[in-house]
Nanobody
């Protein structure tokens, strides 16, 4: 069982930056690949970024590649999403998710591949 709690969302102007954090409970955090998804009003939840158990493999949606960076600290049971050069279209609720995948470099981008989810944190980018 993994519990996830996101933080770090807020209101920022276009071109600005935010750093999201996700705190995970449990002693097996390093057995999970972690993902960030987002959901804008009236839209489906979409993949943003993922990182494997050790942090040496990452994958990004084309829409955020070069602007967002996912990272993790297994000693602190945390995963981060650094978001730079934010655009109004990045406005959404951002969710942290966990996929049990120990020792693997493969990463998933579908919501149904992730077993655990946080409650989400709102990111609003004004123009």
């Amino acid at each position: 069982q993994v519990q996830l709690v996101e933080s770090g969302g807020g209101l920022v102007q276009a071109g600005g930056s935010l750093r999201l954090s996700c705190a995970a409970s449990g002693r097996t955090f390093s057995s999970y690949a972690m993902g960030w998804f987002r959901q804008a009003p009236g839209k489906e939840r979409e993949f943003v970024a993922a990182i494997n158990w050790s942090g040496d493999t990452t994958y990004y949606a084309d829409s955020v590649k070069g602007r967002f960076t996912i990272s993790r600290d297994n000693a602190k049971n945390r995963v981060y999403l650094q978001m730079n050069s934010l655009k109004p279209e990045d406005t959404a609720v951002y969710y942290c998710s966990a996929d049990f995948r120990p020792g693997s470099t493969s990463l998933k981008i579908r919501t149904y591949d992730y077993e655990y989810w946080g409650q989400g944190t709102q990111v609003t980018v004004s123009s």
